[in-house]
């Protein structure tokens, strides 16, 4: 069983789409483990994005990150970095596959409605950056 980190992002917030998101990723057989809204500061949106500093859309990534709330939360099941991307689909709304989060919601390939983990050195790090291990509840 894996763990991954899933952020709702302030696109989706702002539209009321919380519910319509985490029922996609519930009817794929993920489990909602820990789960919080908050809202970023810019200082913290940068720290959690620092792997993209170098590239040419981070300024505008951080401050939409730090815009308005997120959700930010923990999905645990059978092969969950993996089934979370492929719920998401590509970063590019698109070229987002039918049926999933961002080719049904996202509004462009910045305000992309998601994010999630990509490896499991990676799931690790972003889980420990948002909860400690008491909020997680499996
Ligand atoms: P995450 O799950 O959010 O990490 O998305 P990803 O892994 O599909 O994409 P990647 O890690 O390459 O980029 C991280 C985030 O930066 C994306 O989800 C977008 O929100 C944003 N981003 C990526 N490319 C662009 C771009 O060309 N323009 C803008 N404005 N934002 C971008
Ligand atoms: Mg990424």
Known sequence: IERTLSI????ATRRNLTGKINAKFEDAGLRIVAQKRIHLSPAQAGQ??????DRPFYGELVEFMASEPVVVQVLEGENAIAKNREVMGATNPAQADAGTIR?????SVGENSVHGSDAPETAKEEIAFFFSG???VG
């Open 103 to 107: 080719k049904d919601f996202a509004l």
């Open 48 to 53: 959690f994005y620092v792997v993209h500093k």
């Open 134 to 136: 008491l909020e997680l």
């Open 8 to 11: 709702i992002k302030p696109d």
